[in-house]
Nanobody, 126 residues
Framework: VQLQASGGGLVQAGGSLRLSCDASRRTFSAYAMGWFRQAPGKQREFVAA????????YYAESAKDRFTISRVNAKNTVYLEMNSLNPEDTAVYYC????????????????????WGQGTLVTVSS
């Protein structure tokens, strides 16, 4: 099972980035896919999640109205569109797959996720 995150980079404050997470066919049976991030010196935190076959989405408060999570079944890919980025968004972003079930707050918990990608670094300059 492999998740490959990409799309990170350096962007100025106010800019946008789109992260991609390509999942292997094995992982495509995932119930949910999520994005988490870890800023320097901080714990990893939830960003967004999507229930794969129901298009239900969840967002952290910091991501609402700025980030959008989406998926393309045919490509086995989940995206995180990030707009109005600010320096506080600087972090390594990880995608993760939950093969079983999560709902509501449960999808915010990294313990719900079974597989993780290697992370992609997002740096937002002021």
């Amino acid at each position: 099972v492999q998740l490959q995150a990409s799309g990170g980079g350096l962007v100025q404050a106010g800019g946008s980035l789109r992260l991609s997470c390509d999942a292997s066919r094995r992982t495509f049976s995932a119930y949910a896919m999520g994005w988490f991030r870890q800023a320097p010196g901080k714990q990893r935190e939830f960003v967004a999640a999507i229930i794969w076959n129901r298009d239900i989405t969840y967002y952290a408060e910091s991501a609402k109205d700025r980030f959008t999570i989406s998926r393309v079944n045919a490509k086995n890919t989940v995206y995180l569109e990030m707009n109005s980025l600010n320096p506080e968004d600087t972090a390594v972003y990880y995608c993760a797959a939950d093969e079983h079930y999560c709902s509501g707050d449960g999808c915010y918990n990294e313990a719900a996720y079974d597989y993780w990608g290697q992370g992609t670094l997002v740096t937002v300059s002021s």
